[in-house]
């Protein structure tokens, strides 16, 4: 059972830059698949970005060239860079995970989740 744990959220302006980070408890190498949804208050959980461990990443099209997810195999550890940050960003963003050779868009296609982190963007 791999247990993640994100960091990062806080309050941030418009426009502004956060960086998430998502720690897990053993080697990302065996994990096909590590990807960050957020969900807002009243909303679903939406898929942000993913990557798998090889090939190019993934982007929900309200975030592309503002956000860049990152996988350290080495540190253990998955990254997200926001810039360029709206309020509609504000969320709760999860990292998730899975071993499976799946799709990357749909909450149910991972096994792993951490608690959430909360990002607010607002002036």
């Known amino acids: 059972q791999v247990q993640l744990v994100e960091s990062g959220g806080g309050l941030v302006q418009p426009g502004g830059s956060l960086r998430l980070s998502c720690a897990a408890s053993?080697?990302?190498?065996?994990?096909?698949?590590v990807g960050w949804f957020r969900q807002a208050p009243g909303k679903e959980r939406e898929f942000v970005a993913a990557?798998?461990?090889?090939?190019?990443?993934y982007y929900a099209d309200s975030v592309k060239g503002r956000f860049t997810i990152s996988r350290d195999n080495v540190k253990n550890m998955v990254y997200l860079q926001m810039i360029n940050l709206k309020p509609e960003d504000t969320a709760v963003y999860y990292c998730?995970?899975?071993?499976?050779?799946?799709?990357?868009?749909?909450?149910?296609?991972?096994?792993?989740w951490g608690q959430g982190t909360q990002v607010t963007v607002s002036s």
């Open positions: 998730a995970a899975n071993s499976r050779d799946s799709g990357v868009e749909e909450p149910h296609e991972y096994d792993y």
């Open positions: 053993e080697s990302i190498f065996s994990l096909n698949v």
């Open positions: 990557k798998r461990r090889y090939g190019s990443p």
